[in-house]
């Protein structure tokens, strides 16, 4: 049965069209995902189905009510989880839930709510403040309460932003549980190998659609055109580039050892290049992604090169720019970093891994100086922390943006030059506006930015002083594939110059673009190698998500074997 039918539905603001006789069905007992890039109208699709928002022309139905409709009796079979959801930080598990329920009159509450903890796996935690629960934690939180009322048709918006792959796997079992009771569900998401896993996508743009229709069928257009590259680099990210530099390429990106390519439209693989970059380099074809495909129908070519790394200083001919030794943190009785050690060299993009509270944001706050460890040692550049010229060579971009969100884009760029004594201030301000587009938001305060900005504006404010060693905590969590594309060729390419760049992350893909990896569990460091050697650990066929989860898996069982 159809849950939602929409027929040429229009929204505007003002004089921005948010979305453009947006056509498409979604069924009951189905997931039906919404993909595409910051500001396409996901969220203001989302909003109109909740019945909350009025809408300016077109047709509209939601479980067989025209819409727009605020009637209690109707909204009851509605299940809302927008982006920030409104939890009580103050108030345990237990009682959000209690109050979720009250709010809502629902009736034998105890029992329903006994039921969606065991169902959350929440259970456990029941007295733990809502402050103090993971990301993911507070996600299946969210959920639980969206799932008093026991809605009909279940609305998600981006629903595991910033949730690492165990958490985020244990949110698809449980919705996908929740089909059998023929609830419809509508989830919005930029993360691409969820929209592979929906039943349906509706992929908009700028408010238009795209696509709608089966991923398979979106993702089997691109049979023939994904392609597989490997052997012996000269230099692998100078490989990414010149592959990118082919305008028969839509998009490549490394994936381990070897590297992922996509062809335009209608152009053959360029095979010429392969002598360019490597020794005995061999193309093979590769299965289509949901990614691939989502590319291909925006038709935007990734880029070769950073205008941004182009004016960064070169650090190549430097060595050990980071050594720890038995690092170790420790808050009161809770170890958060156990006795850690790692080097990182000039032009290597070493990347953290690891479950929301493994102690990864700990760990970058120790190597910038912002927490001092209890115990271990760390040398920065062969120096201190100490060292005010050493720190000065430090980038961070934290996980909670370190911007001034009542200070403008322009003051914003204006205070961090100042702050890192950046020389010819005026004209390196002007070389980063110009570098991320930042004109038309030049006189936004910065918490009033799209969050692709918000980022932009970070990186920029990172690296206005040219820091030998970059840290990015989380830093393209939220946004969407184009922006992220975009980041990824500018952290390649400072790598080139020798920039040391660490970085945390909950795109597994994005854990295949780092030289090395540290999967970080319960404040040990559990695996430690490139990305294939973390694979390998599992199976020869194994996804960094399924070595993601199989490693701490096989942690927590030998942890349990020794008590």
Known sequence: MTAVYAKNVKKYFKDDVALNRVSFTAKKGEITGLVGPDGSGKTTLIRLLTGLMNFDGGELEVLGVKMPNKSGKFLEHIGYMPQKFGLYEDLSVLENLRLYAYLQDTAH???HIDELLKFTKLKPFSSRRAAN????MKQKLALACTLIKKPKILLLDEPSVGVDPISRRDLWEMIRTLLDDEMAVIWSTSYLNEAQMCDSVLLLNEGNVLYSGSPDKLMSKLEGRVFKIEGDFFNKREALGSILESEALLDAALVGSYIKAVSQKYMSFPYEILEKIGNNIEVSDLEPSFEDAFLDVLGVKTKAHSVLASVMSDFSEQKNLITAQNLTKKFGNFTAVDDISFTVNAGEVFGFLGPNGAGKSTMFKMLCGLLTPTSGKIKILNGKLTDTKIRQNIG????????????????NLNFFARLYEVKNVDEKIETMIDIFDFKKYLHVKANE????????LALACSLMHEP???FLDEPTSGIDVITRKEFWTHINN??????CVMVTTHFMDEAEY???IMLIYKGKAIAVGTPDELKAQVSPSASMEDAFIRLISIYDEESEHKK
């Open 109 to 111: 509450t105890d029992i």
């Open 133 to 136: 629960l993971s990301g993911g």
């Open 396 to 411: 961070y971009m934290a996980q909670k943006f370190s911007l001034y969100g009542d200070l403008k884009l322009k003051d």
């Open 449 to 456: 930015l799209p969050l692709g900005i918000k980022q932009r």
């Open 468 to 470: 030998s060693i970059l």
């Open 494 to 499: 400072v790598a080139k110059h020798g920039v």
């Open 514 to 516: 780092c030289d090395k």
